[in-house]
């Protein structure tokens, strides 16, 4: 079994297998460096369940096999999931756990 | 009178719901190629077959939880306000994602139509859908749209039509894997208790394994919240992932098993150009260079354009003065008629129209071809500095149109921060009046490099402003997800339309306003009461530098920012504005009235999205910004 990797990691041109996502920490956003007050901290829990959420009704479910269409050191990148192009933020993407597969 | 039925367009984002409701009732939705447009619910009326019919466009959706408030704005229509029918319109060529949609409408149980609409894309993929099939295992009626090519919709009319007269249609019905549907049925035999339900009970319990929060909120019973926490503990138990997940990939799993069984591959796909030209409108380098060349494109084409034809309509209508002047009615009168009536109708279609018509355009064909959604792709990391995604420069493009739209159009964003931060920062955008005075002002007198450089203030300043928000608005930015729609042919009755149903808005509300505020000027000056004005503004006039007449149009500008320009020509009788500014006053002013307040529509529009404070806030911040900032430059101008 190969190890877990972020999707953000991953190279354009290969396909991955979704295997999760990070639940607990919503922190979305790459350039929010400054430290959480509490009701932030409650907030990006609630963000973070609302983001999983939107993703898996977008197809992003365990299981799932996607393709990294687009991957550029910075901004968003881009997957086809379910036969359509998906953009999913940096941030976000650090988040979805894949699994690299052989082809 | 007869009863007035009603027709509810629901489904995903960017189907071409929009589409067919102007297609119906004649309506102008806002139609474009990114998902997320139609933010409200809105509704048109049609007489078919001896019916009166009210059809509602709601706003597309991926899902009916409670996580957006386009998706409480349709669930509680369709569960709440019992439209005699729901029309699921589905975009053929993405159809799993959209039976995923589809099937939350049927476990409403209302009743349903599907509308396989853009099956000119599935076509072109080299795929065939079987819609009778697709009828039979959905137990609902399935007719084929071309919505674009008004193919089909008289079909689907017709289906409607009958369904409204028998009254009843079946509704259909999706079965989940046994686990799921065991604890369901325990879930709904437990809910039969409760009084006075808001949805199906099947609804509810599968919202409820689901963890819909706003469905745990209504379900006061402690039992059945107990009984909820036990089941999807199981499930988790049985599945090994969270009970929403279970829930999802069961729904996913029945539409992959029904799309497959219904499309079947009958020739080669045509090749797809947009995975082409994505190569390039998405490259990381080559991208931003396409994005800077079109900007500045469009801006020299509206410019020549627009100064082309404006020079043209100007001295086509001062061919008509002489023959008024002729005309035996008293003096002051003819002045008030000449320079305030009519020389305001002339100052909406020499200065005003030719520059907002071609920019309309040009808005609705990059809006029809799915390039906004690019730019939101390539924006996403520069938006996030300002603690908001990418989508958030839709709104923001749409804003150099018109800022009102773009303060309702900040609902793609998914929370109320972002919508706020957005909304500001569209009010400091350059909307088409505010183009028609940097290009019939600023680029026509001193030429197009200083209306850059104006642009260019304006954009560093939006920057800023953006930094400060996201600095001092309570919350967390949040993350980009969007659908990426094809690029697609744009058609032409489409962005003809629109360009139009924008047109209308200026002729209908923006000319009356410019006329009227013309003669009522046109009376002060007869009635001199121009001298005390003058000599009040004075003390700003000074410290902005400009002549104290152009001080008193900014007052008229906020009724509309283009009434600025065109009252400058009233009052000096010309429109060769260089004979009575000095080039630093003709910079000044253009970058004052750039910011210096939202109009009046603009701040209404504020007020109802944000409320009174916030709309009081963002005025008088932003003209107490502005005097300091066209005072700076008067300063910095008188030095150098
Ligand atoms: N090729 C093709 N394009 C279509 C068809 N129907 C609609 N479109 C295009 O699809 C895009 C979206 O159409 P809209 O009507 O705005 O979509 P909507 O469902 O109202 O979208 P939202 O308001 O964002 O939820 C537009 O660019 C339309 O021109 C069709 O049958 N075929
Ligand atoms: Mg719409």
Same mark, same amino acid.
């Given at each position: 079994?190969?190890?877990?990797?972020?999707?953000?990691?991953?190279?354009?041109?290969?396909?991955?297998?979704?295997?999760?996502?990070?639940?607990?920490?919503?922190?979305?956003?790459?350039?929010?460096?400054?430290?959480?007050?509490?009701?932030?901290?409650?907030?990006?829990?609630?963000?973070?369940?609302?983001?999983?959420?939107?993703?898996?009704?977008?197809?992003?479910?365990?299981?799932?096999?996607?393709?990294?269409?687009?991957?550029?050191?910075?901004?968003?990148?881009?997957?086809?999931?379910?036969?359509?192009?998906?953009?999913?933020?940096?941030?976000?993407?650090?988040?979805?756990?894949?699994?690299?597969?052989?082809? | 009178?007869?009863?007035?039925?009603?027709?509810?367009?629901?489904?995903?984002?960017?189907?071409?719901?929009?589409?067919?409701?102007?297609?119906?009732?004649?309506?102008?939705?806002?139609?474009?190629?990114?998902?997320?447009?139609?933010?409200?619910?809105?509704?048109?009326?049609?007489?078919?077959?001896?019916?009166?019919?009210?059809?509602?466009?709601?706003?597309?959706?991926?899902?009916?939880?409670?996580?957006?408030?386009?998706?409480?704005?349709?669930? /509680?229509?369709?569960?709440?306000?019992?439209?005699?029918?729901? %029309?699921?319109?589905?975009?053929?060529?993405?159809?799993?994602?959209?039976?995923?949609?589809?099937?939350?409408?049927?476990?409403?149980?209302?009743?349903?139509?599907?509308?396989?609409?853009?099956?000119?894309?599935? /076509?072109?993929?080299?795929?065939?859908?079987?819609?009778?099939?697709?009828?039979?295992?959905?137990?609902?009626?399935?007719?084929?749209?071309?919505?674009?090519?008004?193919?089909?919709?008289?079909?689907?009319?017709? %289906?409607?039509?009958?369904?409204?007269?028998?009254?009843?249609?079946?509704?259909?019905?999706?079965?989940?894997?046994?686990?799921?549907?065991?604890?369901?049925?325990?879930?709904?035999?437990?809910?039969?208790?409760?009084?006075?339900?808001?949805?199906?009970?099947?609804?509810?319990?599968?919202?409820?394994?689901?963890?819909?929060? =706003?469905?745990?909120?209504?379900?006061?019973?402690?039992?059945?919240?107990?009984?909820?926490?036990?089941?999807?503990?199981?499930?988790?138990?049985?599945?090994?992932?969270?009970?929403?997940?279970?829930?999802?990939?069961?729904?996913?799993?029945?539409?992959?098993?029904?799309?497959?069984?219904?499309?079947?591959?009958?020739?080669?796909?045509?090749?797809?150009?947009?995975?082409?030209?994505?190569?390039?409108?998405?490259?990381?380098?080559?991208?931003?260079?396409? =994005?800077?060349?079109?900007?500045?494109?469009?801006?020299? %084409?509206?410019?020549?354009?627009?100064?082309?034809?404006?020079?043209?309509?100007?001295?086509?209508?001062?061919?008509?003065?002489?023959?008024?002047?002729?005309?035996?009615?008293?003096?002051?009168?003819? /002045?008030?008629?000449?320079?305030?009536?009519?020389?305001?109708?002339?100052?909406?279609?020499?200065?005003?129209?030719?520059?907002?018509?071609?920019?309309?355009?040009?808005?609705?064909?990059?809006?029809?071809?799915?390039?906004?959604?690019?730019?939101?792709?390539?924006?996403?990391?520069?938006?996030?500095?300002?603690?908001?995604?990418?989508?958030?420069?839709?709104?923001?493009?749409?804003?150099?149109?018109?800022?009102?739209?773009?303060?309702?159009?900040?609902?793609?964003?998914?929370?109320?921060?972002?919508?706020?931060?957005?909304?500001? =920062?569209?009010?400091?955008?350059?909307?088409?009046?505010?183009?028609?005075?940097?290009?019939?002002?600023?680029?026509?007198?001193?030429?197009?490099?200083?209306?850059?450089?104006?642009?260019?203030?304006?954009?560093?300043?939006?920057?800023?402003?953006?930094?400060?928000?996201?600095?001092?608005?309570?919350?967390?930015?949040?993350?980009?997800?969007?659908?990426?729609?094809?690029?697609?042919?744009?058609?032409?009755?489409?962005?003809?339309?629109?360009?139009?149903?924008?047109?209308?808005?200026?002729?209908?509300?923006?000319?009356?306003?410019?006329?009227?505020?013309?003669?009522?000027?046109?009376?002060?000056?007869? =009635?001199?009461?121009?001298?005390?004005?003058?000599?009040?503004?004075?003390?700003?006039?000074?410290?902005?530098?400009?002549?104290?007449?152009?001080?008193?149009?900014?007052?008229?500008?906020?009724?509309?920012?283009?009434?600025?320009?065109?009252?400058?020509?009233?009052?000096?009788?010309?429109?060769?504005?260089?004979?009575?500014?000095?080039?630093?006053?003709? &910079?000044?002013?253009? &970058?004052?009235?750039?910011?210096?307040?939202?109009?009046?529509?603009?701040?209404?529009?504020?007020?109802?999205?944000?409320? *009174?404070?916030?709309?009081?806030?963002?005025?008088?911040?932003?003209?107490?910004?502005?005097?300091?900032?066209?005072?700076?430059? *008067?300063?910095?101008?008188?030095?150098?």
């Amino acid at each position: 079994m190969e190890s877990k990797k972020i999707l953000s990691s991953i190279v354009q041109g290969k396909k991955v297998k979704v295997v999760g996502f990070d639940y607990h920490m919503g922190l979305f956003s790459r350039h929010h460096h400054r430290l959480l007050r509490l009701h932030e901290a409650n907030d990006l829990e609630r963000h973070g369940v609302f983001f999983t959420r939107r993703l898996q009704e977008m197809g992003i479910l365990p299981g799932e096999i996607i393709e990294v269409l687009r991957n550029g050191n910075i901004g968003p990148v881009e997957v086809i999931v379910k036969n359509s192009h998906l953009a999913i933020g940096r941030g976000i993407a650090s988040r979805i756990y894949v699994e690299e597969i052989d082809e | 009178m007869n009863k007035t039925f009603t027709v509810a367009l629901a489904g995903n984002a960017n189907v071409g719901k929009s589409v067919i409701f102007n297609q119906l009732t004649g309506g102008s939705q806002i139609v474009g190629n990114w998902p997320g447009k139609t933010v409200e619910k809105a509704e048109g009326f049609t007489e078919q077959g001896g019916l009166r019919i009210r059809i509602v466009d709601l706003p597309g959706i991926y899902s009916l939880s409670t996580y957006s408030e386009e998706e409480i704005v349709s669930r /509680e229509f369709i569960a709440h306000e019992h439209p005699d029918l729901v %029309v699921d319109i589905i975009d053929a060529s993405n159809l799993e994602r959209n039976l995923f949609f589809l099937f939350q409408l049927m476990e409403l149980e209302v009743p349903i139509v599907v509308a396989l609409n853009q099956y000119d894309v599935v /076509e072109e993929k080299g795929l065939e859908i079987d819609e009778q099939k697709l009828s039979e295992l959905l137990g609902l009626p399935v007719i084929k749209t071309i919505a674009t090519k008004n193919r089909g919709l008289k079909e689907l009319f017709q %289906v409607i039509i009958n369904i409204l007269k028998r009254g009843k249609n079946g509704r259909g019905k999706v079965e989940y894997g046994k686990e799921v549907e065991s604890r369901i049925k325990i879930l709904s035999k437990a809910l039969e208790q409760l009084q006075e339900l808001k949805y199906p009970k099947r609804f509810i319990a599968i919202k409820l394994l689901e963890k819909d929060p =706003l469905m745990f909120s209504e379900i006061k019973s402690t039992e059945i919240i107990n009984l909820v926490r036990i089941l999807y503990k199981e499930l988790e138990e049985i599945h090994g992932e969270k009970s929403e997940t279970v829930i999802i990939s069961e729904r996913y799993a029945v539409a992959s098993r029904i799309a497959e069984a219904v499309i079947t591959k009958m020739r080669k796909a045509k090749k797809d150009l947009s995975d082409v030209l994505d190569k390039v409108a998405l490259h990381r380098f080559w991208g931003y260079v396409l =994005l800077i060349s079109l900007v500045l494109f469009i801006f020299f %084409v509206v410019f020549k354009f627009g100064s082309y034809l404006s020079g043209m309509i100007g001295s086509l209508f001062s061919l008509l003065k002489p023959y008024f002047m002729y005309l035996n009615i008293p003096v002051p009168l003819k /002045e008030l008629i000449w320079n305030g009536a009519i020389e305001g109708i002339i100052a909406g279609f020499a200065i005003v129209l030719p520059y907002i018509a071609p920019f309309y355009l040009i808005l609705s064909i990059l809006e029809d071809t799915g390039y906004l959604a690019r730019i939101a792709f390539l924006t996403d990391n520069l938006m996030h500095r300002l603690g908001v995604h990418g989508k958030a420069f839709i709104p923001l493009i749409e804003s150099f149109g018109c800022n009102v739209p773009a303060i309702l159009g900040s609902r793609v964003m998914e929370r109320k921060r972002d919508r706020l931060i957005v909304s500001i =920062l569209a009010t400091l955008v350059p909307c088409s009046a505010r183009t028609v005075i940097i290009f019939g002002l600023v680029a026509v007198f001193l030429g197009p490099l200083y209306a850059i450089l104006i642009y260019v203030f304006d954009f560093i300043l939006i920057f800023i402003v953006g930094l400060l928000l996201n600095k001092y608005i309570k919350g967390t930015p949040t993350g980009l997800i969007m659908e990426m729609p094809r690029f697609r042919k744009p058609v032409f009755k489409v962005i003809f339309r629109q360009t139009w149903v924008r047109l209308k808005e200026f002729f209908y509300f923006a000319m009356p306003i410019i006329v009227t505020a013309n003669i009522v000027m046109e009376g002060l000056i007869l =009635l001199k009461f121009i001298g005390p004005i003058t000599s009040a503004l004075s003390p700003i006039s000074r410290f902005l530098g400009l002549p104290s007449l152009a001080t008193i149009t900014l007052i008229f500008g906020v009724l509309r920012k283009e009434l600025t320009l065109i009252m400058l020509a009233t009052f000096y009788q010309t429109t060769n504005f260089a004979k009575v500014l000095t080039p630093q006053q003709i &910079f000044i002013f253009g &970058f004052v009235t750039m910011i210096y307040i939202p109009c009046v529509a603009t701040i209404a529009a504020l007020k109802r999205e944000f409320g *009174n404070l916030t709309a009081i806030l963002v005025s008088i911040g932003e003209f107490i910004g502005a005097l300091l900032l066209g005072g700076l430059l *008067n300063l910095l101008l008188r030095i150098f």
